[in-house]
């Protein structure tokens, strides 16, 4: 069964550190998505690849947040500097555009506890 | 723009009984919908979808799902649940309007627990 792989599973650092989190897609995926999962926010959209571009990051901080695709098969997402409030569960998820009836694929996701 | 509505945060049901999760939607033309579980310390697993066709659309671990235009609802279902479907149930729609976006619209969950 083809993954979505998301290193590392846990990260726990202190404020003001940098983070970075890593997914690999499933090969042949085209898009790619960050999102965030927090007890009182829900799952939210950060930012959107498609063919390694950025089509949207409207919902990522802009100030400490940064997310790009080296490659095809691999896609970071850095905080820098981290800060407690960034505590939550990054899932990264992808797909194939153009198949718009199939659903995202998502990872098991990378918990960060900032300290 | 696209949202979906999930007006339970969690249902209680005992096992062997039938169980529903219940989703609304808002778009623009005809949906996607698609329904995914997430168990604890796992990402979302995709269940079952409806883009066209059936209205009852039947998906993983005896899911099945009722997509109701008129009342633009996409309702989960199990006629009888287990102790292993606890976990945290999402539904998500896409318009096909914005199908060029590919972004998906998910609710804010549902918790199940089914108890023994």
């Known amino acids: 069964d083809a993954r979505v792989t998301q290193t590392p599973r846990h990260k726990v650092t202190e404020m003001g550190q940098e983070v970075t989190m890593r997914c690999q897609p499933i090969?042949?995926?085209?898009?790619v998505f960050w999102y965030r999962q927090t007890m009182m926010q829900g799952l939210e959209l950060l930012a959107y690849?498609?063919?390694?571009?950025?089509?949207?990051d409207s919902g990522m901080p802009k100030d400490r947040f940064s997310a790009e695709m080296p490659d095809a098969t691999l896609a970071t997402l850095k905080i820098q500097p981290s800060e407690p409030r960034d505590s939550a569960v990054y899932f990264c998820a992808s797909g194939l555009a153009g198949q718009t009836d199939q659903p995202q694929h998502f990872g098991d996701g990378t918990r960060l506890s900032i300290l | 723009a696209q949202s979906v509505a999930q007006p339970e945060d969690q249902v209680n049901v005992a096992e062997g009984n039938p169980l529903t999760v219940k989703c609304t939607y808002s778009?623009?033309?005809?949906?996607?919908l698609f329904w995914y579980v997430q168990y604890p310390n796992r990402g979302l697993q995709f269940l079952l979808k409806y883009i066209t066709g059936d209205n009852l659309v039947k998906g993983s671990y005896g899911f099945e799902a009722e997509f109701n235009k008129s009342q633009t609802s996409f309702h989960l279902k199990k006629p009888s649940a287990l102790v292993s479907d606890s976990a945290l149930y999402f539904c998500?729609?896409?318009?096909?309007?914005?199908?060029?976006?590919?972004?998906?619209?998910f609710g804010a969950g549902t918790t199940v627990t089914v108890r023994a």
């Open positions: 778009v623009s033309g005809n949906p996607y």
């Open positions: 998500a729609v896409r318009g096909r309007k914005e199908s060029n976006d590919y972004k998906l619209s």
């Open positions: 690849f498609r063919n390694r571009a950025p089509l949207d």
């Open positions: 090969l042949g995926h085209n898009t």
